[in-house]
C-alpha cells in the first residue's frame, strides 16, 4: 500500500503507478509496448467504446470489419500517407514456412485496407453518403518511449471512414463527427479543444486535421482523437468514383473520424488523485462497491443486508460489486478508492438498524441510500457525482491554459499557452522552437472560455489577421 | 435475381452464393482468405457473441485482451503445440525499416500468449480457478481452399482459458462448458453432437479434446467448436503453479473453450434454404421488416400507418427496418428474405383499414400484427417462428444420421454415419480409409435421438467394448 507519487509535480510517475495499481493494465508481456487487458481494465473499455459505438450510430454510421493486414501494394498507393506510416509498421512476411510473395502490413490505420473496396461499393450518387466505423486494433512500430494506453504498440482504435458527394457535403460530416464527439466527452466527463492543426501537423494525406487535445501534467498536452478532412486525396488515387444525378462521374470526398484506447489513459490522467483513479459512472467497471462491516459479535446482520441490498441493485440492471471478502473494511475502501468506483456503500450495524447504507462517493461526499429505495438513492448519487466530477474537471481545464505575450515567456509557465499568431508557418516554428514544443492549431469553434482579443503576432508583432492559437508540449 | 444453386445436391455452391447474396461478406478484398465483414454481417456477429458473452460469464468467466503478437521462444516451449501450429502461422519479422531481433507470431490461438502471464497471476490456491476468455482475431495461414466463415485466414474468435486446482475441478469447468454451449446452441437454433475426439485427432498440446459437429450438406460435418482438458500438458513447460492450503507447490490443470466466425456460417448452412439465409430472431440484424404497400391513387396512408408501426415498435427495442424505398414491394421482400429477416410485415390499405399488418415469418406462416398492440404481437411472431425454426432444424439433424453396419457400407450413404466401434486406434483408422473421413469420435453425453445398442465392431468385429462412434466426411 504505497502512497503514490504526487500528480502535480511527477505526473508521469504517478500515472504509470495508477495504472497498474488500479489493475486497468499489465504490463508484463514479453513484447515491448504490448500491453495485456485485466478483466477491470476490459470492462472499463468495453463500457468506454459503448458509449463510442452509440453516439456513432445514432448519425447513421454503421459498423464493418476490414482485415488486418494489407498488401504491401496497396499500402503504397497514397504517397503523403505511406511517407508517414513507412517507419513505423510492422511487416508480415513469412506464411508457414514460406516467403511471403506480396509482403502484409499489419495495419497502422485503414485507409489503404478500405479504400480500393470503397471503389467497389461506391458506384451512383444514390451510394453516397457512405458512412462506416470499425472498432479494430491497429498496429505501430513506436519507437517512443512506451506507456499504458497512452503509446503503444498494439492499439486499441475508433476509426469512421466516409465518402460524401462533395466538398460540403464532408465539411459537414466533419461538423457531424465534432458534436458526436462533444457528446463523448460529456459522457467520460473530459473537457477538451477542437483544434484544427497548422498544415505541417496535419495527418499525412489530409486536407487538413481537427484534433482534440487536453491539458495534463501541467504544460503537457496529450491529442485524445482527431477528425480529418481528406478531400479527393485519397479517392484520386484510389479511384472512388460515383456518377452523379445527371451522368457525369465524379471523386468522392472523405472524411475519417479516429479514437483510442488513449481516452482511457485521459480518463484516468484528467480525473485521478492522490488516492488512484476516479471514473466516471458511465465508464466505471463497477458504478458501487458494498463493504458490509461485520458486527464484533459476529452476528449475521450486516452480511445479510449488505447481500440483499446487493441483490435489489442487481436486478435493477446497476453495475454493482459485494465484497464480502475476509479483509478489514478499511483495506476494502482503500481497495476500491484506487479502481476509482464512483460509489461505496458501507452496511453495518447502525446501517441495518436504519435500512440506509452509509454511502460514501469517490470525492468523498457522504449521504445514505435506503435499503428500500436503493435504485433510486444510487441513480440519484450517480447523477450528483457526476455533476461534482464534471465540475472539478471544468475547473481544472480552464486554469490549465494561461497567456503567453512574448516568445521568451513562453517555456517558463507551468501551462498550456494561448498566443497571438498571424497565421504564418515561419512564426509558428519561431513559437514551436521557444517552447521546445508544437503549435496546436487554432480553435475550431471557438474557445471555451473568456479570453481578450488577440493581440500583435508573438513572433513577428503583425497585428493584421493575427488569431489566438494553442501551443503546448505534447506528452 | 438469379435462383441459387440447389442446397441439397450443390451444398457449396449454394452456401459461396447464399453469403454473398445476403451480403453478410464481401469476399472481393486483395488478401487470400480474408474477406470483409459488412454491415450486415457484422452486426449478425455481433449479435451471436452477445450470446457467448451473456452465456459464458454466467458462468463467471471475466473477459481479457492478450496481445496479437507472440515472441517466437514463447511459442516453442510446447512442443506437441509447436508442432500443430509451426506450418500455419503468420510471421512478423520486420518493424519499420529494420529486422527485429525475434521475430513474432500473429496468434494462430492464444496458450502461448497467455500462459507465460498465468504463471505470474496464479500464485495461491486463493487465486483459482483462473478463468477468463477473449474475443479476438486469430491468424491462421490456411493451405486448403478457403470459404467465408468456415475457413478463413483471419478468424473471428471466442477463446476461454482456465487454471484450475486439480484435475477433478478442469473436469467439471469442461462439464460447465459443454452446459453454456448448449445453452448458446440453443439461442441460435442450432442442434448438435458433442463427440470426445479420438486420441489421434486432439487439439495438439491437449490431453482430450470434445469437438461440437453438425451435419451439413448431406455426409459432410463441420465443427462448430470445442473444449478442451490440457491436464498439466502446458502448465508444466510454462510453470503455472500455486501454493496449496497446506503450503505444497502444484501445477495447475488447465482448459480450453473454443468458438469462432463458423458458428454463423453454421447457422446459414443449417436454416437456409432455397429462398436464402433464414436467421433465428436472437441473431438477425433486424427482427422484423415493414414494407409499406403505396395506393394505386397515391395516397399517403399506408406509408403513414407503416412510419407510426416502425417508431412503436423501434421505441419499444426491437429491431426493425422501414423499407420506404422505391422499389416495389415484391423486389423488397425478395431482397429482405434472402437476407434472412424472420418476420416482414406488410401495411397496405386493407392493413390501414383493420388496423392490423399482415405478417408473414420466414417460413411463410402468415397472421396478424395489430397496431395497437405491435410490441407485443411480434413478440409472440417472432416466439412461434423461433419454435417452428427450432423443431425444422431439430428434424433435419434426426434425419441426417444412420447407421453403418459394414466397412462396404460407409461410402455409399449420403448420411453421417453411426458405427460400432471397439475402441482401438487401428479399427478406427480402417474406418477413416474406408469412408475416406474420420472418425469424429464418441458422444461425450450420450446420442440426442434413439438407436439400438451397438453391435460388433465395424472393422474387427470384436463385441467387447464396443461403443457408439460417429464418423463423417468433415467439410
Known amino acids: 500500500m504505497a502512497e503514490l507519487p504526487d500528480k502535480t509535480t511527477a505526473f508521469i510517475d504517478w500515472y504509470l503507478e495508477v495504472v497498474e495499481a488500479a489493475d486497468l493494465t499489465d504490463k508484463r508481456y514479453g513484447v515491448k509496448g504490448m500491453n495485456i487487458w485485466t478483466p477491470y481494465g476490459f470492462v472499463a473499455r468495453r463500457n468506454l467504446d459503448r458509449v463510442i459505438v452509440q453516439e456513432i450510430e445514432a448519425t447513421g454510421s454503421k459498423p464493418v470489419e476490414f482485415p488486418a493486414l494489407i498488401a504491401a501494394n496497396e499500402f503504397a498507393k497514397e504517397k503523403e500517407h505511406i511517407k508517414g506510416f513507412d517507419a513505423e509498421v510492422f511487416w508480415v512476411t513469412k506464411g508457414g514456412l514460406s516467403e511471403l510473395d506480396v509482403p502484409l502490413v499489419l495495419r497502422p490505420t485503414s485507409e489503404t485496407a478500405m479504400y480500393p473496396v470503397f471503389a467497389l461499393w461506391v458506384r451512383s450518387h444514390r451510394d453516397l453518403p457512405l458512412n462506416v466505423y470499425q472498432i479494430v486494433n491497429v498496429f505501430r512500430y513506436e519507437t517512443k518511449t512506451t506507456r499504458p494506453f497512452l503509446r503503444v504498440r498494439e492499439i486499441h482504435f475508433f476509426e469512421e471512414h466516409t465518402c460524401q458527394a462533395g466538398e460540403p457535403e464532408a465539411t459537414e460530416r466533419v461538423r457531424s463527427n465534432l458534436g458526436a464527439f462533444a457528446r463523448m466527452a460529456a459522457a467520460y466527463a473530459l473537457p477538451y479543444l477542437a483544434l484544427r492543426r497548422p498544415d505541417w501537423d496535419k495527418f499525412p494525406g489530409a486536407h487538413y486535421s481537427v484534433a482534440f487535445d487536453i491539458p495534463v501534467g501541467g504544460a503537457r498536452t496529450l491529442q ?4 480529418h478532412h481528406y478531400r479527393q486525396n485519397f479517392s484520386e488515387p484510389y479511384g472512388i468514383r460515383y456518377e452523379t444525378a445527371d451522368g457525369r462521374q465524379e471523386l468522392v470526398h472523405q472524411t475519417t473520424f479516429g479514437l483510442s484506447e488513449r481516452l482511457l489513459g485521459a480518463i484516468v490522467a484528467v480525473h485521478g488523485d492522490s488516492k488512484g483513479v476516479v471514473f466516471p459512472p458511465s465508464i466505471a467497471p463497477y458504478e458501487a462497491v458494498i463493504v458490509p462491516i461485520p458486527e464484533s459479535g459476529g452476528g449475521e446482520g450486516p452480511l445479510a443486508a449488505a447481500r440483499a441490498l446487493y441483490e435489489r441493485l442487481h436486478e435493477a440492471g446497476r453495475r454493482v460489486f459485494l465484497d464480502d471478502g475476509e479483509e478489514r473494511p478499511g483495506a476494502k475502501y482503500y481497495h476500491w478508492e484506487v479502481r476509482g468506483v464512483p460509489l461505496r456503500l458501507e452496511v453495518g450495524r447502525r446501517e441495518v438498524a436504519s435500512r440506509r447504507a452509509t454511502a460514501v462517493d469517490r470525492l468523498g461526499q457522504k449521504s445514505a441510500v435506503a435499503f428500500d429505495s436503493a435504485p433510486q438513492d444510487v441513480t440519484s448519487r450517480l447523477e450528483a457525482f457526476d455533476r461534482a466530477l464534471q465540475e472539478r474537471a471544468r475547473e481544472a ?54 479570453v481578450e482579443s488577440p493581440g500583435p503576432c508573438i513572433a513577428c508583432g503583425e497585428t493584421r489577421d493575427a488569431r489566438w492559437a494553442l501551443a503546448g508540449r505534447p506528452l
Do not use: M, N, Q, Y
Open 397 to 450: 481545464f480552464r486554469a490549465a491554459f494561461a497567456v503567453a505575450r512574448s516568445l521568451d515567456e513562453l517555456p517558463k509557465s507551468s501551462k498550456v499557452r494561448l498566443v497571438s499568431w498571424c497565421g504564418r508557418e515561419e512564426c509558428g516554428h519561431r513559437v514551436e522552437a521557444a517552447l521546445d514544443g508544437s503549435l496546436l492549431g487554432e480553435p475550431e469553434e471557438g474557445l471555451p472560455f473568456e
Open 224 to 227: 485524445i482523437g482527431s477528425v
